[in-house]
């Protein structure tokens, strides 16, 4: 079973800020299943990237994906009040998997 | 708009059983895999499995399996999660979403709770 890793566990900044979240995985996979997805308190998760650099329908273009292999990254160009949540990655295809979490507070 | 609407809130005791559902809308509900995600408190997203209403396909992940029942009722568009004995561990928010792949569209979640 392949392992997501997410770094750091809580990252704090602030407001127009950039901010870089990994995802490392305990054995390489395929870019074309790694997806983030954003979790606000008391909401369902909603996606972000698929495809390891794919917008979903409607993120905004300050939210970008990166990476191939064993690592990925997500990179808010410049934060907004609203961005400040959880991040989860997930490879999907054959038994989907989660990484445990990236919180992104306020600073 | 498409979206997927689970059933509310439910508090049972150890030993009960409980459905709870999910019911899709303005898409093609049989042509499209739901997935079942569990949330503890305060803890991660972790992939229950998957079912396709189409035919009622289903696919369990080795930590749930023989643990909770998937099904489907074609008629009206809904996915229900069942478990025939709930535990006081089986307390979670549980989400329902389309996956194609990933998953692209969530319910709001069914937060159950099991206590005694």
């Known amino acids: 079973e392949i392992v997501l890793s997410q770094s750091p566990g809580t990252l704090s900044l602030s407001p127009g800020e950039r901010a870089t979240l990994s995802c490392r995985a305990s054995?390489?996979?395929?870019?074309?299943?790694l997806a983030w997805y954003q979790q606000k308190p008391g909401q369902a998760p909603r996606l972000l990237i698929y495809?390891?650099?794919s917008r979903a329908t409607g993120i905004p273009d300050r939210f970008s994906g990166s990476g191939s292999g064993t690592d990925f990254t997500l990179t808010i160009s410049r934060l907004e009040p609203e961005d400040f949540a959880l991040y989860y990655c997930?490879?999907?295809?054959?038994?989907?998997?989660f990484g445990q979490g990236t919180k992104l507070e306020i600073k | 708009e498409v979206q997927l609407v689970q059933s509310g809130a439910e508090v049972r005791r150890p030993g009960e059983s409980l459905k709870i559902s999910c019911k899709g809308s303005?898409?093609?509900?049989?042509?499209?895999?739901i997935a079942w995600v569990r949330q503890m408190p305060g803890k991660g997203l972790e992939w229950m499995g998957i079912?396709?209403?189409?035919?009622?396909?289903?696919r369990y992940s080795p930590s749930f399996q023989g643990q909770v029942t998937f099904s489907t009722d074609k008629s009206i568009s809904t996915a229900y999660l069942r478990w025939s004995s709930l535990q006081a561990s089986d307390t979670a928010i549980y989400y329902c979403?389309?996956?194609?792949?990933?998953?692209?569209?969530w319910g709001q979640g069914t937060l159950v709770t099991v206590s005694s």
């Open positions: 979403a389309r996956q194609q792949g990933t998953l692209d569209i």
């Open positions: 303005g898409y093609t509900f049989t042509s499209y895999w």
């Open positions: 079912i396709y209403p189409g035919d009622s396909e289903t």
């Open positions: 054995q390489s996979v395929s870019s074309t299943y």
């Open positions: 495809a390891a650099s």
């Open positions: 997930q490879r999907y295809g054959g038994s989907p998997t």
